[in-house]
DNA sequence: GTTGAAACCGTACGGGC
DNA sequence: GCCCGTACGGTTTCAAC
């Protein structure tokens, strides 16, 4: 696949397409002062290229009954084993993000749930399901998350 | 502020626009059941009660540019100071996440930059905006991450 | 990249249950 | 209260340039 660079304009499409997923074409050609369709063809093109993945709405997990967050890091109980921990966790729906990462333990997870007692038996499941030790920090307040990252 | 809860249309409605957030009302319309306007009455009712609270465009981290990103713990250096530590880090657009935890950190951040060189960097500058010291732990590969919270 | 025209969509309003 | 149908203006799409 090609990767010619994204220009000035496309990160100035997609720093507003982060913020504002239902921006529309005409705002997005105000912005960046090309017409309506340059930019719809701009926008086709970050989405083929797979600069864009996908469009979301951002949902309250307080609101959806999911107020319980936390990160789980996990180490394989048995280092000799071939590893594939994030297919065999990837059916919990409970798990937003799944990271490897250095350091003292093999993956970062972080989860969200509808209680202590849920999250209780989430790791139990995580276990299980992958054969692994947890170290569990519940989150006690979120002050932001989410936020774009599309640098200037 | 009411709180009727939510039934299972309103439910299925986030699940879908929470996975599609450019899914039209006709589509939601057709998977849920209802009329269009019935359809549009409740997301903006959902988006009222902040049970929506934006849309964004996913955007490839790599494509833009910050193909390395890390959690950083974060612990005052003095604890007899008054704590606002997130308010003194807002201003740096590389944390993407800011949680308080329970645990031994005050903070757990997630954050993104372009190299290794910009993360000793960024490491700097959150030590010095927020007398704190800093954890880092480096992630190597994200399987899967803004995953849709809204459970079954 | 641009223009333009047709199809589609979001919105507001009227009405019925 | 919640829902449906319709009409209008804005938006997306795609051809031709």
Same mark, same amino acid.
């Given at each position: 696949m090609p990767a010619s660079a994204l220009d000035d304009i496309d990160l100035r499409l997609l720093r507003v397409v982060a913020a504002?997923?239902?921006?529309?074409l005409a705002r997005l050609a105000a912005e960046s002062g090309l017409s309506v369709s340059a930019v719809q063809a701009r926008i086709k093109r970050l989405e083929a290229r797979g600069a864009i993945t996908g469009y979301r709405a951002v949902v309250d997990p307080d609101v959806v009954g999911v107020p319980l967050s936390a990160f789980i890091e996990i180490t394989p109980l048995d280092p000799a084993q071939p590893d594939n921990a994030p297919e065999l966790l #990837?059916?919990?729906?409970?798990? #937003?993000a799944c990271h490897s990462i250095a350091g003292q333990a093999a993956y970062m997870l972080f989860v969200r749930v509808a209680s202590p007692r849920d999250l209780e038996a989430l790791i139990r499941d995580i276990r299980q399901a992958a054969a692994v030790n947890t170290r569990t920090t519940v989150v006690l307040q979120t002050f932001f998350e989410n936020r774009a990252a599309v640098p200037r």
């Amino acid at each position: 696949m090609p990767a010619s660079a994204l220009d000035d304009i496309d990160l100035r499409l997609l720093r507003v397409v982060a913020a504002d997923g239902r921006a529309t074409l005409a705002r997005l050609a105000a912005e960046s002062g090309l017409s309506v369709s340059a930019v719809q063809a701009r926008i086709k093109r970050l989405e083929a290229r797979g600069a864009i993945t996908g469009y979301r709405a951002v949902v309250d997990p307080d609101v959806v009954g999911v107020p319980l967050s936390a990160f789980i890091e996990i180490t394989p109980l048995d280092p000799a084993q071939p590893d594939n921990a994030p297919e065999l966790l #990837e059916h919990l729906p409970q798990i #937003e993000a799944c990271h490897s990462i250095a350091g003292q333990a093999a993956y970062m997870l972080f989860v969200r749930v509808a209680s202590p007692r849920d999250l209780e038996a989430l790791i139990r499941d995580i276990r299980q399901a992958a054969a692994v030790n947890t170290r569990t920090t519940v989150v006690l307040q979120t002050f932001f998350e989410n936020r774009a990252a599309v640098p200037r």
